[in-house]
């Protein structure tokens, strides 16, 4: 059982800041891979940000200069800065984390419910 809790989205206008975070909590193992996703009304979803347990990361082409992702491990939390905010950015924003749980021989992908995020004057 775990559960995935998201925090930070809101209305901002063109050129704020916003910054969101997603905790995980339950029976949990391992984490592995965390990463942000994005999905703007009649759009397909799109992969926003990456970090990997070690550290490194990867953010899609329109975001980078902007956004930064970072991780806190001792509380199972992942964090997306978002700064210099365009109009383009508004979307509900998804949290996905790879994790191993105590019970599970597999790690399983698991999805916060979104927070959305609305940039506009």
């Known amino acids: 059982q775990v559960q995935l809790v998201e925090s930070g989205g809101g209305l901002v206008q063109p050129g704020g800041s916003l910054r969101l975070s997603c905790a995980a909590s339950g029976s949990i193992s391992i984490i592995y891979d965390m990463g942000w996703y994005r999905q703007a009304p009649g759009k397909q979803r799109e992969l926003v940000a990456t970090i990997t347990s070690g550290g490194r990361t990867n953010y899609t082409d329109s975001v980078k200069g902007r956004f930064i992702i970072s991780r806190d491990k001792h509380k199972n939390t992942v964090y997306l800065q978002m700064n210099s905010l365009k109009p383009e950015d508004t979307a509900a924003y998804y949290c996905?984390?790879?994790?191993?749980?105590?019970?599970?021989?597999?790690?399983?992908?698991?999805w916060g419910k979104g927070t959305l995020v609305t940039v506009s004057s």
């Open positions: 996905n984390i790879n994790l191993m749980r105590y019970s599970d021989f597999e790690a399983m992908d698991y």
